[in-house]
């Protein structure tokens, strides 16, 4: 897969199958988009295209902290997974806020990719003031050439699978129902540094994780978690929270991995969430807290045996 920006525009390509959309989260309905593409893209021997925003429009918007359920390197990954030939990454640039929904459409997709297939979601907006959608597309199909496929809801039930939803799963801590809309455990990536060494003053060796500061960190309180470090995998328990039996002001995440007896500092961790244990609430003393997190260690070894995650 080829990651591309605007300026590699136009591509030397006689024609492609593309799609647009935030593809934050890259759950289950922007999978169901991607499958479409990829049938189409297949029958008409076509690259196939994801055109998407590095951080999308209603985070640079309103400036929202702790909303992002996808980093742009992420987004990447997830792309190549899912076998895109092309991946063309937008800044929001106030050039691309005031383009309308024609020259977006001209310019970009049909001059820019080559686009002769469009695969939208249902509910898709694009151009200034989300002014262009599927019935804006439908009304110039036969105009500019092009051929349109419209995506249906990708539902769990009765629940139509969309990003705010799973934030929202997200914000109350309820992290299987985010995963099963994902489609794989819901995660946090980022760099491990110096805490106040607490933990391992209590016997329980933590790591503390600074995370993107735009990504989406769930509900305050204790998870089983799985572990990238690496090729390998483990176990472990997070906190997150701000620590009220010794004080705390500031929040912070911390991760006791089972079995891992190496240095960490410096090092980038993947960690996944697999069930929330408890709230985080105060001990009356530290010796209250270390048999609390002796159980919620067993808890957790627990669980990730139940999921099928190493413990």
């Given at each position: 897969?080829?990651?591309?920006?605007?300026?590699?525009?136009?591509?030397?390509?006689?024609?492609?199958?593309?799609?647009?959309?935030?593809?934050?989260?890259?759950?289950?309905?922007?999978?169901?988009?991607?499958?479409?593409?990829?049938?189409?893209?297949?029958?008409?021997?076509?690259?196939?295209?994801?055109?998407?925003?590095?951080?999308?429009?209603?985070?640079?918007?309103?400036?929202?902290?702790?909303?992002?359920?996808?980093?742009?390197?992420?987004?990447?990954?997830?792309?190549?997974?899912?076998?895109?030939?092309?991946?063309?990454?937008?800044?929001?640039?106030e050039e691309l806020r005031e383009m309308g929904?024609?020259?977006?459409?001209?310019?970009?997709?049909?001059?820019?990719?080559?686009?002769?297939?469009?695969?939208?979601?249902?509910?898709?907006?694009?151009?200034?003031?989300?002014?262009?959608?599927?019935?804006?597309?439908?009304?110039?199909?036969?105009?500019?050439?092009?051929?349109?496929?419209?995506?249906?809801?990708?539902?769990?039930?009765?629940?139509?699978?969309?990003?705010?939803?799973?934030?929202?799963?997200?914000?109350?801590?309820?992290?299987?129902?985010?995963?099963?809309?994902?489609?794989?455990?819901?995660?946090?990536?980022?760099?491990?540094?110096?805490?106040?060494?607490?933990?391992?003053?209590?016997?329980?060796?933590?790591?503390?994780?600074?995370?993107?500061?735009?990504?989406?960190?769930?509900?305050?309180?204790?998870?089983?978690?799985?572990?990238?470090?690496?090729?390998?995998?483990?176990?472990g328990v997070m906190n997150i929270g701000r620590?009220?039996?010794?004080?705390?002001?500031?929040?912070?995440?911390?991760?006791?991995?089972?079995?891992?007896?190496?240095?960490?500092?410096?090092?980038?961790?993947?960690?996944?969430?697999?069930?929330?244990?408890?709230?985080?609430?105060?001990?009356?003393?530290?010796?209250?807290?270390?048999?609390?997190?002796?159980?919620?260690?067993?808890?957790?070894?627990?669980?990730?045996?139940?999921?099928?995650?190493?413990?």
């Amino acid at each position: 897969m080829k990651v591309i920006s605007l300026k590699d525009l136009p591509l030397d390509i006689p024609a492609s199958s593309v799609t647009v959309g935030g593809f934050d989260g890259f759950h289950r309905g922007h999978l169901s988009i991607i499958r479409e593409l990829s049938v189409i893209s297949r029958c008409a021997m076509t690259p196939m295209i994801l055109v998407t925003f590095r951080i999308p429009p209603r985070i640079v918007l309103s400036g929202d902290e702790n909303s992002l359920l996808m980093t742009a390197e992420e987004k990447i990954e997830e792309a190549e997974k899912a076998g895109l030939d092309y991946l063309l990454l937008l800044d929001f640039t106030e050039e691309l806020r005031e383009m309308g929904a024609r020259e977006f459409l001209e310019r970009i997709l049909m001059e820019g990719l080559k686009a002769r297939r469009i695969v939208l979601g249902f509910n898709h907006h694009f151009g200034r003031n989300r002014e262009g959608d599927i019935h804006f597309l439908a009304n110039h199909v036969e105009e500019l050439g092009f051929g349109l496929t419209v995506v249906p809801p990708e539902k769990i039930g009765d629940m139509v699978v969309n990003s705010s939803r799973i934030r929202k799963f997200l914000w109350d801590g309820d992290v299987e129902r985010a995963s099963e809309c994902l489609g794989r455990p819901y995660s946090l990536s980022g760099k491990v540094v110096k805490g106040l060494g607490l933990g391992e003053k209590l016997g329980f060796r933590t790591a503390n994780l600074e995370p993107d500061k735009l990504k989406l960190v769930p509900r305050d309180g204790v998870y089983a978690v799985s572990i990238k470090l690496g090729p390998s995998t483990y176990g472990g328990v997070m906190n997150i929270g701000r620590r009220p039996t010794v004080d705390g002001r500031s929040r912070i995440l911390e991760v006791h991995i089972f079995g891992y007896e190496g240095g960490l500092y410096g090092k980038r961790i993947k960690v996944e969430f697999v069930k929330r244990l408890r709230g985080e609430r105060k001990f009356r003393d530290l010796d209250s807290l270390r048999e609390q997190i002796e159980k919620d260690i067993e808890s957790a070894r627990n669980v990730l045996a139940s999921k099928g995650f190493p413990g």
